[in-house]
């Protein structure tokens, strides 16, 4: 039975007649060719490649490997094109809320995101890197270090996956705002009440010397990889306008106070030429702030934001939050996403480079990755964040 390679190509025909298991590849650049795209033809004659760039290329490859795998390659030729929707397909994996993986989960990652094609990878950021003066942040999470980032990068590198630094910088910083050092960059520093239960601080103050602590965050992540893109996340700052800032909001209201200090977090970045990424989640209430998002900036949203379908051009497509705790029903629409995102182990998304359903082979093995080794349980914070699931 002929193969068909993993991801399924926009065109497959075939013929009798194969090519042999040792026949030279003939490789040819084919400009007019989708961007990423190849055309692979395999025959008597031999196999011949065209393609239109180095990703269209591997993806080519990848696909002739399949194929010499299958038992009737040499009794079966195949003609097959493809190419991708989009240019970029991102993955996002949640190390802060769940395990942090080791190394050879790590690398399990890798061979199945560049097996799917994706061309981008971050590993979603709260207090789970080695921060160099933060050890009591970080010291009973297993964290990452600046070692195994670089050694990620280049892994990554290797197969065409762009590691993108991601570190959130305004909400979700309960597990620096628990320790007293850092009680005074609270919002709220007794913490706050939200769906009827007290939680933990978890927002900065939205001052100069918040930003300034923000961004060496970001810097410590974002020196140890090569890509010019970042995320700052800053999503969800719940308590922001009902404690230090309160009156700073009462006069100049929420959405310009939240969009002043994350224009504060990118200034630097955008400056140093990096394209930057954070969550989008405020704009739900303030849309007027979109376009005022400096070129170089992108909004990505999530479950509280553009449900309405606004659109801008300061926008990405997510699907992260809007595929959370629904993943049974995403899988027939998640092909117009330009990224995905797995969170925490059973909110699991995935992105075709096609137009076609998510095969069930890709979805089995990210599952059963997700039960893979990575650090004990014991080795990452025990508790939940206090508002990751709000």
Same mark, same amino acid.
């Given at each position: 039975?002929?193969?068909?390679?993993?991801?399924?190509?926009?065109?497959?025909?075939?013929?009798?007649?194969?090519?042999? %298991?040792? #026949?030279?590849?003939?490789?040819?650049?084919?400009?007019? /060719?989708?961007?990423?795209?190849?055309?692979?033809?395999?025959?008597?004659?031999?196999?011949?490649?065209?393609?239109?760039?180095?990703?269209? /290329?591997?993806?080519?490859?990848?696909? %002739?490997?399949?194929?010499?795998?299958?038992?009737?390659?040499?009794?079966?030729?195949?003609?097959?094109?493809?190419?991708?929707?989009?240019?970029?397909?991102?993955?996002?994996?949640?190390?802060?809320?769940?395990?942090?993986?080791?190394?050879?989960?790590?690398?399990?990652?890798?061979?199945?995101?560049?097996?799917?094609?994706?061309?981008?990878?971050?590993?979603?950021? &709260?207090?789970?890197?080695?921060?160099?003066?933060?050890?009591?942040?970080?010291?009973?999470?297993?964290?990452?270090?600046? &070692?195994?980032?670089?050694? /990620?990068?280049?892994?990554?590198?290797?197969?065409?996956?762009?590691?993108?630094?991601?570190?959130?910088?305004?909400?979700?910083?309960?597990?620096?705002?628990?320790?007293?050092?850092?009680?005074?960059?609270?919002?709220?520093?007794?913490?706050?009440?939200?769906?009827?239960?007290?939680?933990?601080?978890?927002?900065?103050?939205?001052?100069?010397?918040?930003?300034?602590?923000?961004?060496?965050?970001?810097?410590?992540? #974002?020196? &140890?990889?090569?890509?010019?893109?970042?995320?700052?996340?800053?999503?969800?700052?719940?308590?922001?306008?009902?404690?230090?800032?309160?009156?700073?909001?009462? &006069?100049?209201?929420?959405?310009?106070?939240?969009?002043?200090?994350?224009?504060? %977090?990118?200034?630097?970045?955008?400056?140093?030429?990096?394209?930057?990424?954070?969550?989008?989640?405020?704009?739900?209430?303030?849309?007027?702030?979109?376009?005022?998002?400096?070129?170089?900036?992108?909004?990505?949203?999530?479950?509280?934001?553009?449900?309405?379908?606004?659109?801008?051009?300061?926008?990405?497509?997510?699907?992260?939050?809007?595929?959370?705790?629904?993943?049974?029903?995403?899988?027939?629409?998640?092909?117009?996403?330009?990224?995905? $995102?797995?969170?925490?182990?059973?909110?699991?998304?995935?992105?075709?480079?096609?137009?076609?359903?998510? $095969?069930?082979?890709?979805?089995?093995?990210?599952?059963?990755?997700?039960?893979?080794?990575?650090?004990?349980?014991?080795?990452?914070?025990?508790?939940?964040?206090?508002?990751?699931?709000?």
């Amino acid at each position: 039975m002929p193969v068909t390679p993993f991801p399924a190509p926009r065109t497959l025909t075939t013929t009798p007649g194969g090519a042999a %298991l040792d #026949a030279p590849v003939r490789v040819r650049t084919d400009p007019a /060719l989708p961007p990423q795209g190849y055309r692979l033809r395999t025959g008597p004659g031999g196999v011949t490649v065209d393609h239109r760039d180095a990703l269209g /290329l591997r993806y080519a490859l990848g696909a %002739l490997d399949q194929l010499r795998a299958g038992h009737d390659y040499t009794a079966t030729g195949y003609d097959i094109s493809d190419h991708p929707d989009f240019p970029v397909r991102g993955f996002l994996l949640d190390i802060s809320r769940d395990r942090v993986p080791t190394r050879r989960t790590l690398a399990r990652w890798i061979e199945i995101l560049s097996l799917a094609r994706f061309t981008q990878l971050e590993l979603y950021g &709260e207090h789970t890197y080695a921060f160099r003066d933060h050890r009591d942040v970080w010291q009973d999470a297993s964290p990452l270090t600046a &070692e195994d980032l670089r050694w /990620l990068d280049v892994h990554c590198a290797a197969v065409g996956i762009e590691l993108v630094a991601n570190q959130n910088t305004f909400g979700h910083m309960e597990r620096f705002l628990r320790h007293p050092r850092h009680a005074h960059r609270a919002e709220n520093p007794q913490g706050f009440e939200r769906g009827g239960v007290h939680r933990p601080p978890s927002t900065l103050q939205p001052t100069d010397d918040n930003a300034a602590f923000a961004t060496a965050l970001v810097e410590e992540v #974002a020196r &140890e990889v090569r890509s010019r893109r970042l995320n700052i996340g800053a999503d969800e700052p719940f308590e922001l306008g009902c404690g230090c800032s309160a009156e700073q909001v009462a &006069e100049q209201g929420p959405g310009e106070v939240y969009f002043s200090f994350v224009t504060r %977090l990118m200034a630097p970045w955008l400056e140093a030429g990096y394209t930057v990424e954070f969550w989008a989640d405020v704009f739900a209430e303030n849309p007027e702030l979109m376009d005022r998002v400096p070129p170089g900036g992108y909004g990505l949203p999530h479950e509280r934001a553009f449900r309405g379908g606004i659109k801008c051009r300061s926008v990405m497509v997510d699907p992260r939050r809007s595929a959370e705790n629904q993943l049974s029903h995403r899988f027939r629409r998640i092909d117009v996403f330009l990224r995905a $995102t797995v969170t925490c182990s059973t909110d699991t998304s995935c992105f075709r480079s096609q137009t076609c359903d998510v $095969t069930a082979c890709f979805v089995a093995r990210l599952f059963a990755l997700r039960k893979s080794e990575a650090r004990p349980a014991s080795a990452y914070a025990a508790a939940p964040c206090s508002s990751c699931r709000s």
